[in-house]
């Protein structure tokens, strides 16, 4: 089973941009889909954006236009660059395989507020 680890979180202004960073304990390149996820406090974890072993991305009708999904399988990485921000983004930021395996790593936290 694929151990993967989140980062690029952070506090960020309303309109600003993050990169978040997945780095996968062994080849990814096999694993079809790889999709990001967000917990926001009280919510229930939602799907964001996924994207094929192909590059082939999909997105969540709240991040259409804003948020880019990138994938490199060479690197095992997946990438979730996420420009103008807003309040609600805020949310703890995971990625796991699409669809989600039971196994969740510990997130990174994204933050936006003025």
């Known amino acids: 089973q694929v151990q993967l680890v989140e980062s690029g979180g952070g506090l960020v202004q309303p309109g600003g941009s993050l990169r978040l960073s997945c780095a996968a304990s062994?080849?990814?390149?096999?694993?079809?889909?790889m999709g990001w996820y967000r917990q926001a406090p009280g919510k229930q974890r939602e799907l964001v954006a996924a994207?094929?072993?192909?590059?082939?991305?999909t997105y969540a009708d709240s991040v259409k236009g804003r948020f880019s999904i990138s994938r490199d399988n060479a690197k095992n990485t997946v990438n979730l660059q996420m420009n103008n921000l807003k309040p609600e983004d805020t949310a703890v930021y995971y990625c796991?395989?699409?669809?989600?395996?039971?196994?969740w790593g510990q997130g990174t936290q994204v933050t936006v507020s003025s």
């Open positions: 796991n395989v699409y669809p989600a395996s039971a196994s």
């Open positions: 062994r080849n990814i390149f096999n694993i079809n889909h």
């Open positions: 994207i094929t072993s192909g590059g082939f991305a």
